[in-house]
């Protein structure tokens, strides 16, 4: 320890830590003779433009940013002395109202320069000739139907001189100017293929990515890596692994996702005895049974010939309440006396007891829509291999981020990317996965493999692993119907991915992808890649600490120059994230999938670890949905990781700050890049200590806000027509066209429409404001409930235009609500740390009293 | 002209009010229309805001031989109304007499009208059996049997079928549920039953039972602007755009417009 911080003073440059006025030196009154000597670099003998300007200007000190501030804006140009004053204390000395005013014609100036770029680039534009996006797109679409394109041997030559351009391209090395350039070339063909639409200038996108990407990790693999002393070593090869884990996932996510399928629904033969047997199981452990009601009630409504459709609730909590509904429900009622193997096991156990040709499962808190196996069951007829069909997770209520956040409906949340663009990927390459609920799987393939897989904790992905093993295909599509509630408190959300974590590192384990038989490369690839994705723990956080070991130690982990660092690594974010960007646009909106990932990290680093060296550990916990969060408040236990991590950034961006004015003024560029890594860091982080917020959650039953046709029924036998503002189980949100005042607990009949079939329920008004109205049922019947379902929730149309109003994905302003997410999230954190030492105060404050009496 | 016959085998099932509904909901669409009181009842005219029952009508002028539709009444919101006229047991029993040796006795005389193309004649009648309802079957190019949410309706079903066929066997028919109170399980179940029954021939959309109804007539004012917000003046909408789009769609009249 002494050794330690003997270690620290000697690097701050204090030689003798017990001699106070040294450190006062050190801090206070820098002198730039007692630190080290600045081992400048000089770019050869090239003639320097920086050079020249420092000495037109009189810039002394051309590393430092003051100096330059000093002569560009302050010293007028004839009063050019070439004394050596000291222009910090210079700067100290001005009165603070010129220091305002210079600060506020800095930024003016700023403004004008960004105004005049934005300018000339207008100007810019508007002589090029204009381009029809949407036409390149499609006659690049037409360009791939064309018989050209078909002949092996143009292929394989394509192919060859590829690999060679390839070659060729990633592992020239560059001078920075060279690099620069191919910097700008590859950044300027992507900002003009990102506008066009389509999966061929994606696919141009990845492979321009793909280069980038390629040419950094050459670079980084042999120019980059410090082999000096063993510590420095140690850091830079996790950082290289890191790289390496994210390369990766990034050249697999590109193969997994070039060619969404986005398989269409097929319609069913007009002869309904043709059509096959379906059981719909509803497996529940401890969900309340408002939760279960819907869906059973749901279910029961799916558009089916009723003798072929036989729904049943898997309780394996074995409620007496439950059996009851379901004798009054109508469905059948499964329980077993055990509860092995959690809901794999509680489904095996249901197939064993049923007959249907198709199972359809459903979580109990997953409303299908009426149309769902009319949309569903057509490619079962078509593909006689397809052993299992996946829908959407859809859910209604927002989730932990959206809700702590404020983002829900407007950014994508955190699934949509998988149903959204990754389960179409995978569908291309035959590789749909199984997701638990919202699908259908036919019975024969599926008792082939042994019923649900229960080696795992993630039975739904291993099953379908399993299916794909023997042959069997499985198909996706992207249509919402069904549609549930989200998890609906960070730490349930994080106990969730856990679970999903454990078990893909579980199958990755004990069943891998990449070996054994019956998979083809690409399915491989899918599979691959969806267990690796949730090995990001550990390389995120390395992410989050990186530049540390520079800003603490001064440990230099990437040996390379920082502008060069910055010439290579550029291209390869910018491509990347310009590609993800256009394949991910509306699925995941940029820079979000670091918030979503930084929440996570720490908590999947253990389970995943525990899970690949010993597999059988670990047990199923099940995910609490549809509670309710009485009072905002701030989770402390959760968010102690992105509390420590902050605070050790927050430490570095002050020692970094340190560096750049004081102590390592030699490499202001290392310094530099370092700290807006610390910064892009803090602000990740500060949206995670946000999404730590947990905001009020009243609400029992989530509030669908859609706007369908409703009557009132007044008891004068008058009526009004109004639309929804939002449904719940329970009552209506609604709008109509003139102020009505309506007294609180007034008796009216609501009607909502089916297709064309009106239901009337009764209700009372609970509140009346203007020309909005709430009403709230009033005591409905089973059937009624059954009625009210089938209007709202289970319309086949009810989820389909969801993400109709969601922001298109532009990187910057991405990146900017993530910083403002960011500042917010500090800001919450500081009252809650104010809250807290009010309250620890308080308490003391009591005891005291106690002690006292 | 596209003219439609208003029947119903049932009594009490608001013809009349559907018919007034019907025809101002027209006329507010700009479409020209003409309504042809053909019940001795005597009732639209009030309906459609005539502050009295009115005395002169087809009735009186056949019986002192003036042209058909000489005493035609024209209200604000531009509706044409032929009245019945008063009438008594006698003349009653002359018109009668008349009409079942005439069975085309309406038809000719709607030929004779002067009337714009595109136009519509609604013709309200008594309910079956009757020589009037016959009379307007005859003349009509589409034939509106009205419903009301009971056994009853449900019973005479075949009954407006029937006599159709007897009278006018080409021409089209389609029912419209007309007083539905859908807070009623019963009557709801009722409409189930209808809609199984009559399939694409029952409108989609039932006109409730509304208070609105009685009110614009109390206040002599027009639904739609006294209640344009009310859930029949949305089913009022709805039927016409659904006659219109549909039943009233392929017809020679309509087709001129």
Not at chain 1, 23 to 30: A, E, I, M, S, V
Not at chain 1, 183 to 202: E, H, K, S, T
Not at chain 1, 608 to 634: H, Q
Not at chain 2, 151 to 162: G, M, N, T, W, Y
Request: glycine share 6%.
């Amino acid at each position: 320890m002494r050794h330690f911080l003997l270690w620290v003073t000697r690097r701050l440059g204090v030689f003798r830590p017990n001699q106070s006025s040294l450190w006062l030196k050190r801090f206070w009154l820098p002198k730039a003779g007692e630190l080290a000597e600045p081992a400048r670099l000089e770019l050869g003998s090239r003639p320097d433009p920086l050079a020249w300007l420092a000495k037109e200007l009189g810039v002394i000190d051309r590393y430092s940013v003051w100096q330059w501030v000093l002569y560009l804006f302050i010293y007028p140009p004839d009063n050019v002395t070439h004394t050596k004053i000291a222009s910090k204390s210079t700067f100290l000395a001005l009165p603070i109202q010129i220091i305002g005013l210079l600060f506020s014609m800095l930024v003016r100036i700023a403004l004008a320069g960004v105004q005049a770029l934005r300018w000339f680039w207008q100007r810019l534009l508007s002589f090029l000739p204009a381009v029809n996006n949407e036409a390149v797109g499609r006659r690049l679409e037409g360009w791939l139907e064309t018989p050209t394109f078909r002949k092996p041997w143009l292929i394989w030559l394509l192919v060859l001189c590829s690999i060679f351009f390839f070659w060729l391209v990633v592992t020239t090395p560059f001078t920075w100017l060279g690099q620069l350039l191919f910097l700008v070339c590859l950044w300027g063909a992507a900002l003009f293929m990102r506008r066009i639409p389509g999966n061929l200038p994606a696919l141009i996108l990845i492979t321009l990515s793909v280069l980038a990407s390629c040419r950094y990790g050459w670079w980084r693999l042999t120019q980059t890596i410090p082999l000096d002393s063993g510590w420095e070593t140690f850091l830079a090869i996790s950082l290289l692994l890191a790289e390496i884990y994210t390369w990766i996932v990034l050249l697999l996510g590109y193969v997994q996702n070039a060619w969404p399928l986005k398989r269409q629904t097929l319609s069913l033969p007009a002869d309904t005895s043709l059509w096959p047997t379906v059981d719909v199981f509803i497996p529940t452990y401890n969900e309340p049974l408002k939760v279960l009601e819907p869906t059973v009630l749901a279910a029961k409504g799916i558009d089916w010939p009723s003798d072929k459709l036989n729904i049943y609730i898997l309780d394996d909590g074995r409620r007496d309440e439950f059996r009851r509904f379901a004798e009054e429900a109508g469905v059948g009622y499964i329980i077993r006396p055990d509860n092995l193997h959690a809901k794999a096991g509680n489904l095996n156990h249901a197939l064993k007891l049923t007959h249907g040709e198709y199972v359809a499962i459903f979580d109990c808190d997953h409303l299908p829509t009426s149309s769902f196996l009319q949309l569903t069951m057509g490619w079962f007829f078509k593909d006689k291999r397809c052993a299992m069909l996946q829908t959407p997770h859809h859910f209604f209520s927002p989730d932990t981020f959206e809700r702590n956040l404020g983002t829900f409906r407007r950014v994508p949340n955190e699934g949509a990317l998988f149903y959204g663009l990754v389960q179409d990927g995978n569908d291309f390459w035959n590789a749909t996965f199984f997701c638990g609920s919202c699908a259908v799987l036919r019975r024969g393939p599926l008792e082939e493999v042994g019923g649900v897989a229960v080696e795992t904790v993630t039975e739904d992905a291993h099953t379908a692993l399993k299916l794909h093993r023997l042959g069997y295909t499985t198909a996706y599509i992207n249509i919402p119907l069904a549609a549930g509630l989200a998890t609906e408190s960070l730490s349930s959300h994080i106990g969730q991915r856990i679970r999903w974590a454990r078990g893909m590192a579980q199958i990755f384990r004990i069943d891998n992808p990449f070996i054994g038989k019956g998979l083809s490369f690409f399915q491989r690839i899918c599979y691959g890649n969806a267990m690796l994705h949730f090995f990001y723990g550990i390389p995120r956080l390395i992410f989050l600490t990186a530049p540390l070991t520079y800003l603490y130690f001064e440990v230099h982990i990437i040996s390379a120059a920082a502008a060069m660092l910055a010439l290579y690594v550029l291209p390869h974010m910018l491509q990347a994230n310009l590609a993800n960007s256009h394949i991910q646009g509306p699925h995941r909106h940029s820079f979000w999938a670091e918030v979503y990932e930084s929440v996570l990290a720490w908590y999947i680093i253990l389970p995943t670890a525990v899970a690949v060296f010993n597999p059988g550990a670990g047990k199923f916990n099940v995910t609490a949905k549809g509670g309710l969060i009485e009072k905002s408040f701030f989770d402390w236990t959760i968010s102690k990781p992105y509390i420590v991590l902050a605070t050790l950034n927050i430490v570095g961006l002050s020692i970094g700050l340190g560096r750049l004015f004081f102590w390592n003024t030699f490499e202001t560029g290392t310094v530099l890049l370092n700290l807006s890594w610390t910064i892009y860091n803090l602000l990740i982080l500060g949206a995670a200590i946000g999404v730590a917020t947990e905001a009020r959650q009243v609400r029992v039953s989530h509030r669908v806000s859609a706007n369908l046709l409703v009557a009132l029924h007044f008891k004068d036998g008058s009526t009004k027509m109004c639309r929804t503002e939002d449904y719940s189980m329970t009552g209506l949100g609604l709008m109509l066209d003139q102020e009505l005042k309506l007294p609180v607990k007034e008796r009216v009949w609501v009607s909502l429409w089916n297709d064309e079939v009106e239901f009337a329920f009764p209700a009372r008004v609970i509140a009346s404001h203007g020309n909005k109205l709430g009403v709230q049922f009033d005591n409905l019947s089973i059937e009624q409930e059954a009625n009210f379902v089938q209007c709202t929730f289970a319309r086949p149309d009810a989820w389909s235009n969801w993400s109709d109003e969601q922001d298109v994905d532009h990187p910057l302003n991405s990146l900017k609500e993530i910083a403002i997410f960011g500042f917010k999230g500090y800001r919450s954190l500081w009252r809650n740390l104010g809250k807290g030492f009010a309250r620890q105060h308080q308490s003391l404050r009591g005891w005291l009293g106690r002690q006292m009496i | 002209m596209f003219k439609i016959a208003i029947v119903s085998a049932a009594g009490g099932v608001g013809r009349s009010t559907l018919t007034a509904s019907l025809a101002t909901l027209l006329s507010q669409r700009k479409i020209a229309v003409l309504t042809v009181d053909f019940d001795p009842q005597n009732s639209l005219s009030t309906l459609l805001g005539s502050d009295e029952v009115s005395l002169g009508g087809l009735l009186p002028d056949f019986l002192t031989g003036k042209e058909f539709g000489m005493s035609a009444l024209v209200n604000s919101n531009e509706v044409a109304c032929l009245p019945f006229g008063r009438s008594n047991e006698v003349s009653l029993v002359t018109f009668e007499q008349h009409l079942r040796t005439e069975p085309e006795w309406l038809k000719q005389c709607i030929v004779q009208i002067n009337y714009p193309p595109g136009a519509f004649l609604l013709m309200d009648t008594p309910r079956l059996p009757s020589p009037y309802a016959r009379q307007a079957m005859v003349a009509a190019d589409l034939v509106i049997a009205v419903l009301a949410p009971d056994a009853r309706s449900l019973a005479l079903l075949p009954a407006v079928e029937a006599a159709l066929t007897r009278c006018n066997p080409g021409c089209q028919l389609i029912y419209v549920m007309n007083g539905l109170d859908s807070t009623r399980a019963l009557q709801s179940d009722l409409l189930a039953q209808f809609r199984s029954a009559l399939q694409m021939r029952l409108s989609p959309y039932p006109i409730h039972r509304d208070e609105a109804i009685p009110r614009a007539v109390a206040n002599w004012a027009n639904l739609q602007s006294l209640s344009p917000d009310s859930l029949v003046a949305h089913d009022l909408n709805g039927l016409l755009s659904w006659l219109l789009a549909g039943p009233a769609s392929n017809l020679d009249g309509r087709a001129k417009i």
